[in-house]
């Protein structure tokens, strides 16, 4: 890896290289955006790789039970554990099935709508998930150690305004769909 300091601000050779080169087949286009855009698939890449553990727990396993646990009652709707997540039901069913083989949640029927199934955190659970909460914190701290907290800042600022683009573009093309399909469906 080669990094360079290009105006003041770092950067890797081969995304500034690769960025370049989709400029040159794009000419009205500016070459940054191709970096940001690599720069940001690899770092979230880089995030998410393998399948770490934090104390004996995959991160998967982990993160289901933060989101119970932060819930009052450490009950949630399985549905709504997998949209806190971004994970599909089937992912979620995964999870669910390892936590609760090893005693760390249990499935309960919701008794007013029988379609809804609730994962509960039992107590063995909850005693796992405060013994790994204190190596996920130093895991963050450590990954993030690079950078002040005024970049820290500029980065969320960034990462939100980019994800309000993105969410506002999506939507918009889900309505645009819609329209087309009750205008085909009309005529």
């Known amino acids: 890896m080669a990094f360079t300091v290009r ?9 500034q290289e690769l960025g370049e080169w989709y400029q040159s087949h794009a000419p009205e286009r500016d070459s940054v955006s191709y970096e940001a855009h690599l720069l940001l698939a690899r770092t979230y890449k880089a995030l998410s790789s393998g399948s770490r553990r934090i104390t004996g727990l995959p991160e998967g396993r982990y993160a289901v039970l933060r989101v119970i646990y932060q819930t009052p009652g450490r009950r949630l709707p399985m549905s709504e554990i997998g949209r806190a997540l971004t994970m599909s039901p089937a992912n979620i069913t995964k999870l669910i099935d390892g936590l609760e083989q090893e005693g ?39 990954t993030w150690s690079a950078l002040t907290h005024d970049e820290k800042q500029l980065l969320v600022h960034m990462l939100t ?27």
């Open 161 to 187: 305004k980019l994800r309000m683009h993105l969410l506002t573009r999506d939507a918009a093309a889900s309505a645009t769909e819609g329209l087309k399909a009750t205008a085909g469906a009309a005529c």
């Open 7 to 15: 105006d003041g601000l770092l950067t890797e050779d081969w995304a």
């Open 104 to 142: 760390l949640v249990r499935r309960v029927t919701n008794e007013d709508d029988k379609r809804v199934t609730w994962a509960e955190m039992t107590a063995t659970g909850g005693a796992a998930f405060l013994k790994a909460l204190p190596e996920a914190v130093a895991n963050v701290d450590d």
